[in-house]
C-alpha cells in the first residue's frame, strides 16, 4: 500500500490518485483537511520505527506503508485552521491539527519506505544561492550570480552585463522578470530585501522532472521572461517532450540524488552554443503543467516508484 497526502482536488495529488486507480493499485488518500480528526502514534522497536495512522474509523500500521507521495501545505494555511470575518477556527482542533503535522513530518523523514519527497532535504530550496552550489557540484553551469541589498551594486552588476534578470533568494515563489534600467527608482527596495540578480542566459527553457531514476524532459518556447507567467504577460508558450544528451541526463539524475530529492523538477537552458545551465531544482513540483501540455506519464512514473516497480 502506498499513502498520497495533501489535498485532493489539487491537480498533482489528483493525476496521481488517477494513475494509482487505473492501475488498480492499493493506496490510502490521507485528506489533509481532515487533519483535525487524524491520529498517529510512534513507537521505536527492536525492528526500527513503527507505529499507526488513524484514518477515519481504521487504523493503519506505519510498517505496512511501501512509499509517500507528500503535496501537504503548511497546516497554519488550511482553511480550517485560518480566522476569517466569517469563521473563528476552534483553538484545540487548531492546535490537533499542528502536533499531527509535527509528528507525520518527523515520521516522514525517518520512515525507511519511498518517500517523494522527505522533508529535510526539501530545505535545500530554501535558499536559492545555497543550493547554486550544490547544482555547480553536479557540473551545470550556473549564471554569474549576485546577491545584494546595495542599490548602487546591483547597477554595476547591470553595467557589467547589460542584461540581467532578478528573482527571490528564498523557496517562496516569485516571479522572475528582467531588469529595466528605466526604473532605477526601485533599486531603493533593496535596502529592505536583499534580492538575487543573475547574468541573462540567452537559448531555450528545459523543465526535467527526475522520479526516481526516469527523467521527463519538457522543451519551452516562449518569449516570456518567466515562461509560468507567459499568459499574464501576454506571450505564447509551446512546450512538448525532448531526449536530453546523456551527459546530461546523466548530470540531472545525479543532481536529484545529491540533493537526496527522488521527485524533482530542475530548471534548465540550453544556450545556442550547446551549453546547459541550471537555475535551480523544485522540490515539490507542480509536474501537472508539464504533462497536461505533453502527456508525458509522469504520474504514473510517481506511483511505479512508491510501488517499488523501479528505482
Known amino acids: 500500500m502506498i499513502l ?14 488517477e494513475a494509482a486507480d487505473r492501475r488498480n ?13 487524524l491520529g498517529l502514534r510512534l ?14 474509523d481504521t487504523t493503519y500500521r506505519l510498517s505496512d506503508i511501501r512509499g ?38 518527523q515520521w516522514l523523514d525517518l520512515t525507511d519506505c519511498r518517500v517523494l519527497n522527505r522533508p529535510g532535504p526539501m530545505g535545500s530550496n530554501m535558499s536559492k544561492p545555497y543550493q547554486c552550489q550544490l547544482i555547480r557540484r553536479c557540473g551545470f553551469e550556473i549564471p554569474e550570480t ?34 529595466n534600467p528605466n526604473d532605477r527608482q526601485s533599486l531603493q527596495r533593496l535596502r529592505h530585501l536583499p534580492t538575487q540578480f543573475q547574468a541573462f542566459v540567452p537559448g531555450v527553457n528545459l523543465r526535467v522532472h527526475a522520479a526516481g531514476a526516469r527523467l521527463f524532459a519538457t522543451e ?24 536530453l544528451p546523456d551527459d546530461i541526463a546523466a548530470r540531472c539524475l545525479r543532481l536529484s540524488q545529491q540533493l537526496t530529492l527522488p521527485l524533482c523538477g530542475i530548471d534548465l537552458k540550453r544556450t545556442p552554443d550547446g551549453a546547459y545551465y541550471c537555475f535551480e531544482v523544485n522540490p515539490a513540483p507542480a509536474y501537472s ?19 517499488g516497480a523501479y528505482n
Not at 6 to 16: D, F, H, N, Q, T
Not at 220 to 243: C, K
Open 4 to 17: 498520497l497526502c495533501g489535498i485532493p482536488s489539487e491537480e498533482p495529488l489528483r493525476l496521481v490518485i
Open 25 to 37: 493499485l492499493p493506496y490510502l488518500l490521507l485528506n489533509q483537511r481532515d487533519s483535525h480528526y
Open 43 to 56: 513507537a521505536v522497536t527492536h525492528g526500527g520505527l513503527d507505529g499507526t495512522l488513524a484514518v477515519g
Open 68 to 105: 509517500v507521495y507528500s503535496r501537504m501545505i503548511d497546516s497554519t494555511l488550511l482553511p480550517e485552521n485560518r480566522a476569517t470575518r466569517r469563521h473563528r477556527p476552534d483553538p484545540i482542533a487548531v492546535e490537533r491539527s499542528r502536533v499531527f503535522h509535527d509528528a507525520f513530518s
Open 146 to 179: 549576485l546577491v545584494t541589498n546595495d542599490p548602487e551594486a546591483a547597477l554595476a552588476f547591470y553595467e557589467k552585463h547589460r542584461r540581467i534578470i532578478f528573482k527571490s533568494i528564498s523557496s517562496i515563489r516569485s516571479i522572475v522578470r528582467e531588469f
Open 220 to 243: 519551452i518556447v516562449t518569449e516570456a521572461t518567466d515562461y509560468r507567467y507567459a499568459a499574464r504577460d501576454g506571450q505564447t508558450l509551446t512546450m512538448w517532450p525532448l531526449e
Open 289 to 307: 503543467f508539464y504533462e497536461d501540455h505533453t502527456g508525458q506519464p509522469i504520474a504514473a512514473a510517481i506511483v511505479d516508484y512508491l510501488h
